[in-house]
C-alpha cells in the first residue's frame, strides 16, 4: 500500500528549474532514496511533500492526506530534517528539543535521551555556537524522538563523520525494521545502498529512474575485466566489435548491455585467461543517467 504518492506534480520556476510532471509512490514500511544532483528538484519536491508548497498542478498525498489542504494533520504524524537547519540561536540544543516536544505535546523525554546518547549530542550548548554537525545531531533527535510512522529526511547525514554517518544507517535500519517508512533524500550513494531498498533517481526535475537498487543494476551497463595470455592477444580482442573502456597490458575493460550472446561468442575466438565483473556501485549507475565521469 502506498503511503506516500507524487503524482503529475509541477512546479516551474523557470529556465529549466523546478518539478516536471513528477509521479513516484512509496509503499508501507519502505525505506525510499531519492538521488539527484543540486538543482534536480528534489527538495522542491520535498517541500511538497511536506504541505510547504502548493503544487502548480498534481497532487502530493501522505497516508491518504493531501499534503497541500490537509498540511496541519500531515505535519503532526512526520519526522521531518530539512535540507538546511534553521534553528532559534539563542536556544540551547536542550531548550529547542523541548520546545519541540511542547509543540507535539507528545512525552518524547525517553526516546529523546536515547538519541542524545546515541549520537553523543553536547545539547547544552548554544545552537548558535555548534558546529555544523552537531546541529545536524539535534535535528536528527527532533525527526526521530516523537517516534513517528513516517519520516521525509532531506540530506539527513550532512556534516556527520563517518562514525555518526554509521550510525544513523543503523538508525534508519532500526526504523525500517519496525514497519517505519522512510524518504531519504541523499548524495550518498553508498548509505543510500545500504539503507534503502529502492531508489528513486531525478533528473532536471523529471523523474529519470525509480526501481530497486538490485534492479538498477541489473539494466545498467555491465562491466567486464577480461584477461588474456598476452599484450598482443588483448589488442586482436579488444578490435572486435564491442564496447571498450579501458586496454591495460593483457587486461581488456568491456562494456556490454544487451548484447551478451555476443560477448560470449567473441570471448571463445580468443585465448582468455580470466574474466572478472567487478560490482558495480550506485553512483556508476547514477551517472549513466546524468553523463560524465565518477567523481565529477
Known sequence: MSIMEVKCLKRDYGNGKGVFDLSFSVERGEVFGFLGP???????????????????SGTCRIDGKDCWLDRPSVQKNLGYIPGEMNFFDDMTGAEFLNFIEKYRGVDSSIRKMDLISLFELDAKGKLKKMSKGMKQKVGIVAAFMHDPDILILDEPTSGLDPLMQNR??????????????????SHMFDEVERACQRVCIIKNGRLAAVDSVDGLKAAQVKKYEVTLESEEAALEFANEDLAISEISHAHVTVLVQNNISQFIALMNKHPIVNISAPSQS???????????????
Open 38 to 56: 543540486n538543482g534536480a528538484g528534489k527538495t522542491t519536491t520535498i517541500r511538497h511533500l511536506m504541505g510547504f508548497l502548493k503544487p502548480e
Open 168 to 185: 544513523f544507517i543503523d538508525l534508519v535500519a532500526e526504523e525500517r525494521e519496525k514497519g517505519k517508512t522512510i524518504l531519504m533524500s
Open 282 to 296: 550506485l553512483e556508476e549507475i547514477f551517472l549513466q543517467y546524468y553523463g560524465g565521469e565518477k567523481g565529477v
